[in-house]
């Protein structure tokens, strides 16, 4: 299978990008992500490929070529974000954002603002986070239905917590919803219920699934601004592809002729929803416009979050010792899906975050490929993923290597989570939380992302995360395990030639090399050398795809 889908994608490079110029960039260092031959004072892209790589003293003629000055800036091989949701990151640009709030009042002080500037139609927000809010001090607070109620009086208001596993609703939202006192919250969800007995609004999982009907139903063009949107910031952020988790099977028709118009400048790769799952086995992978939207995954999930404790452990939260988290599936629901993902050369990649839940993922998939071995495939190696990995009893971490899964990671959670994962999980646990250096040790296929919009999706935040493992202040707290930390190299692979691999691309992408796809990104430091605590604070300058330049800074 992969044999004739790279014959297709051959066939269909025939046809050239219409935008693509014949570049020649100079003026910078370039670090290539090739080891054989690791800094460069010039390339040059014909044809959205990688033509020529060199010092500047060998360089051929700049005729015909449009040269760009890094004027400084430092070229590498095209950032691609290994687990983002580009429907999520459009929608926080149309929506209410609360990312970055600083406590209750500031949160409601944006709704209220939110409220009096769009006064018809319910209100959408997302991206607020309680572990670092004052109000939190003696323990998480959640927003309520009433912090909801007295910002915007009488609307229906919905605010998806950063991590998208928990919703807050107004009372109006609630009673439009029918959640009362007597609701029961479905199988893996849960209601958050006062003293009374009646709903705080605070409604986790499964149970957002109440909510469902209360949610505008997007119309194509909406959608379609969505993508837009969501392309322009990450074009901005210097990422020139993105691995588009829980892409909704339904919109997967439209990113297509988004593409084949010209309307999508990077690179999507497509792990779909569940309910597209039957229907991408059955027909195989699909690529579109010289390969810029390729789809042949599907998403799934085992648990929740840590932060609201749905994540599943194999012991109780140390903070909450009735609880030991929420499995959002069984084995028997998973063992034939993975077989047949197994037999037709479909990438599966499965959300696990608990320890107990990568323990269930990574049996269930020993046993899908006991069951389907390599003979029986449509790959042999199937390079199936799990998204986050993010709590691992010691034990696990080598199955990865023994399944050659890949571990889809996001460094900037380790950052944000260390705030409060040692109340969660107590100390010892954290021996296997966040552990990239162990499993990259191991030679595990650790792919970096950013899981934007749950974060912001800013490239150096994520670069800095793997390498420094402090938090934007500088600050590391003595149980965050600063051995886990990779060195630049190795963060350096995890954004670039790591997830080419995992999209089965590591011959096209992920290096500055003759004959690859000319995806390139600038920043204007040099992540290589640049004192470590200034690596957040550059930006990217330039950002290049199939030698198309979707973005340059001013
Ligand atoms: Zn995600």
Redesign the pocket.
């Known amino acids: 299978m992969l044999r004739s889908f790279l014959t297709a994608a051959a066939l269909a490079a025939l046809a050239l990008p219409a935008q693509a110029q014949d570049l020649l960039i100079r003026g910078g260092t370039i670090h290539t992500g090739n080891d054989a031959a690791p800094t460069a004072e010039v390339v040059i892209a014909r044809d959205g490929r990688i033509a020529w790589v060199g010092a500047a003293a060998d360089a051929p003629s700049t005729e015909g070529l449009t040269v760009i000055d890094l004027d400084g800036a430092t070229l590498f091989p095209g950032f691609t974000d290994g687990?983002?949701?580009l429907d999520g990151i459009g929608w926080r640009e149309l929506t209410l954002n609360l990312e970055g709030s600083t406590s209750v009042v500031d949160a409601m002080a944006r709704l209220t603002a939110w409220a009096e500037a769009h006064p018809e139609g319910p209100i959408i927000g997302r991206g607020w986070i309680e572990t670092r809010w004052p109000e939190s001090a003696n323990g998480a607070r959640f927003l309520t239905a009433a912090d909801l109620d007295a910002a915007a009086p009488g609307r229906v208001v919905l605010l998806e917590r950063a991590d998208?596993h928990a919703i807050t609703a107004s009372s109006p939202a609630l009673a439009a919803a029918r959640i009362d006192a007597s609701t029961v919250a479905p199988s893996g969800g849960e209601i958050a219920r006062g003293p009374d007995g009646q709903p705080t609004g605070f409604i986790v999982d499964a149970a957002m699934s109440l909510l469902a009907p209360l949610m505008p139903q997007a119309d194509p063009e909406a959608k379609r601004n969505a993508y837009r949107a969501g392309f322009r910031v990450e074009a901005r952020y210097g990422w020139t592809g993105i691995h588009f988790?829980?892409a909704p099977w339904s919109d997967i028709p439209l990113l297509e002729q988004m593409a084949e118009a010209g309307e999508a400048p990077l690179r999507v790769y497509n792990s779909v929803t569940p309910d597209g799952g039957a229907a991408l086995i059955a027909s195989g992978p699909r690529s579109v416009a010289n390969g810029r939207i390729i789809t042949r995954a599907i998403k799934y999930y085992v648990d929740g979050a840590l932060g609201s404790r749905g994540a599943a452990l194999h012991e109780p939260y140390s903070d909450a010792p009735h609880t030991s988290g929420l499995m959002q599936t069984t084995r028997e629901d998973m063992a034939p899906l993975y077989e047949n993902a197994l037999r037709s050369g479909i990438q599966v990649a499965t959300?696990a975050i608990g320890d107990r839940g990568n323990t269930e993922v990574l049996t269930w998939y020993r046993d899908a490929m006991a069951a389907v071995p390599a003979g029986e495939r449509g790959l042999a190696q199937p390079r199936w993923r799990v998204?986050?990995a993010q709590i691992l009893r010691p034990g696990d971490e080598p199955m990865f290597r023994d399944l050659q899964v890949i571990a889809s990671m996001q460094p900037s959670h380790a950052i944000g989570d260390f705030h409060f994962a040692s109340a969660r999980l107590g100390d010892a646990r954290l021996d296997g939380a966040y552990a990239w250096h162990s499993l990259v040790d191991l030679g595990v296929v650790v792919v970096g992302g950013s899981?934007a919009p749950?974060e912001r999706g800013d490239p150096l935040i994520e670069f800095y995360a793997a390498v420094a493992r402090r938090d934007l202040e500088g600050f590391q707290g003595p149980d965050w395990r600063p051995n886990e930390a990779v060195d630049r190299a190795t963060a350096l692979k995890m954004f670039t030639l790591w997830p080419a691999f995992a999209s089965f691309r590591e011959d096209e992408l992920g290096t500055i090399e003759v004959g690859k796809r000319a995806d390139f990104t600038a920043f204007d430091i040099d992540l290589m050398t640049v004192a470590e605590a200034d690596i957040p604070g550059g930006r990217a300058v330039l950002t290049v795809v199939d030698g198309e330049v979707v973005y340059r800074a001013d």
């Open positions: 687990h983002a949701h998208g988790m829980s959300h998204e986050h899981d749950v």
